[in-house]
């Protein structure tokens, strides 16, 4: 790497694991390279979630947001997202739909996930979403946003990591079916 830091190319499954330190990143290729990134995060998380639906996920995240951010704006839609992840180069989506009702100025808060989460460990999903919730509260990624992010989940740091980690897996094992 001759001194410079690391930069992915657009396709390249490393790209989720771009901010992390060379030493992880090795660690990282060299399970994949071993054909073990796979199994690693089986064993870590072997289960897969049940929310499957728009209205199941809307359900979901309305029972995250009242149990941690009772005084947040309203949700008005939680959905799954198909186009999220190649369109936005985003997993999940938070947006303010502004809409004039009668002399006044409404803001209705919007969630998109990216659909490929229907497929995810319970755990991955859980993040996502907390991340979108946390941005009803703090919209930029600052300090305040991560401990909010914590708040509601005690292991959102493992946990997003680990979510790259299974991204990076799915496009290796696609490539490697291919």
């Known amino acids: 790497m001759n001194g410079n830091t690391w930069q992915p190319g657009a ?16 660690q990282v290729r060299e399970l994949a ?3 073990r990134l796979g199994d690693h995060l089986a064993r870590r998380y072997p289960q897969r979630h049940a929310v499957q639906t728009d209205r199941a996920l809307y359900d979901y995240a309305t029972e995250l947001k009242q149990e941690y951010l009772r ?3 309203p949700l008005h ?3 799954f997202d198909a186009t999220l ?3 936005h180069k985003a997993l999940g ?3 303010a739909i502004s809409r004039v009702q009668g ?4 803001a209705k808060k919007e969630i998109r996930v990216a659909s490929l989460f229907k497929d995810a460990p319970p755990e991955f ?3 996502i979403v907390v991340h979108e919730l946390s941005h009803l509260k703090e919209s930029d990624h600052n300090k305040a946003f991560y401990r909010l992010c914590e708040h509601m989940e005690p292991r959102y740091h493992q946990l997003e990591f680990d979510t790259r980690l299974w991204l990076a897996w799915r496009e290796l094992d696609r490539a490697a079916k291919a």
Do not use: I, N, Q, W
């Open 103 to 106: 002399g006044k100025l409404k």
């Open 85 to 87: 992840d190649s369109a």
């Open 11 to 26: 396709k390249d499954p490393m790209r989720f694991l771009g901010g992390y330190p060379p030493e992880v990143l090795d």
């Open 77 to 79: 839609k939680v959905g």
């Open 71 to 73: 005084s947040a704006p």
């Open 125 to 127: 999903l859980r993040m």
């Open 33 to 35: 390279s071993a054909g």
């Open 93 to 95: 989506l938070h947006t």
